[in-house]
């Protein structure tokens, strides 16, 4: 079967938008709910986790026992899509992303979604809250549900959306959009090529190093991006 189209994966966290403040909120919330706790130890962020596995650090952190972490995700996930107004006040759109990601969305033969360590309805209040979800086949994307990391998460995407579009996609006609070193390593394990962008904690040659087919330092130059996919995902 001739391939006839691409997909485009976006990360969404220091990528296409920024709610660390909201973010961390939530996760005092969360562990203060639990244990009471009067000083909540926050895990480091940025470095593209899933949420299982952030969760799991944050209980860890702060004294809890594993056990509650279904209870801990179920009060991360309420926290993060009870509040869209909030998130907007508290977050940002990056720099470039929406001219970005509409330029892509926009691509012929071109299926847009995300490859988020975020559970899927924490993902969904994002880019609604962001006004970012009219760029994306939400319904194709991946997810904190599919994995511990972003091999899973990548992986989980391309097979729903393939199933979606009735195609294949695989690393030669599939990009991962992205700004940690988990969606360079993990966005190849999984079958796709990597553009990164050095919006998060990684710098630049870092994010070369460990193989993004191009880095770019932030999302602003439009037609370099679409480029990029472009030459980068063969029809
Ligand atoms: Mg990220």
Avoid: C
């Avoid at 976006?10 to 562990?31: K, Q």
């Avoid at 969904?124 to 998460?153: C, I, M, P, Q, S």
């Avoid at 995407?157 to 690393?171: K, L, N």
């Amino acid at each position: 079967m001739v391939n006839n189209r691409r997909l485009v994966l976006w990360d969404i966290d220091r990528t296409l938008i920024r709610s660390t403040g909201f973010d961390r909120h939530v996760y005092v919330y969360t562990i203060t709910r639990l244990a009471g706790a009067d000083q909540v130890r926050l895990p480091p962020g940025g470095t593209g986790r899933t949420e299982t596995v952030i969760v799991e650090e944050l209980l860890k952190a702060n004294g809890v026992a594993p056990a509650l972490l279904p209870e801990a995700l179920k009060l991360v996930e309420q926290g993060l899509t009870g509040d869209l107004r909030k998130m907007r006040a508290m977050g940002r759109t990056m720099p470039g992303a929406r001219a970005a990601l509409a330029a892509t969305a926009g691509l012929p033969h071109t299926v847009t979604t995300v490859a988020t360590g975020n559970l899927r309805r924490v993902a969904h209040a994002k880019v609604t809250a962001f006004g970012l979800a009219e760029y994306l086949d939400l319904e194709a994307g991946g997810y904190a549900e599919d994995g511990r990391d972003k091999t899973a998460v990548v992986a989980g995407a391309r097979e729903r959306a393939g199933r979606r579009h009735g195609t294949t996609f695989s690393a030669a006609n599939t990009i991962l959009v992205g700004d940690s070193l988990s969606d360079v390593i993990g966005g190849a394990a999984g079958g796709a090529k990597v553009l990164a962008t050095a919006t998060g904690t990684a710098t630049a040659a870092e994010l070369a190093a460990a193989g993004a087919a191009l880095v770019v330092p932030d999302l602003t130059d439009t037609s370099r991006i679409v480029d990029a996919i472009n030459k980068l995902t063969a029809l």
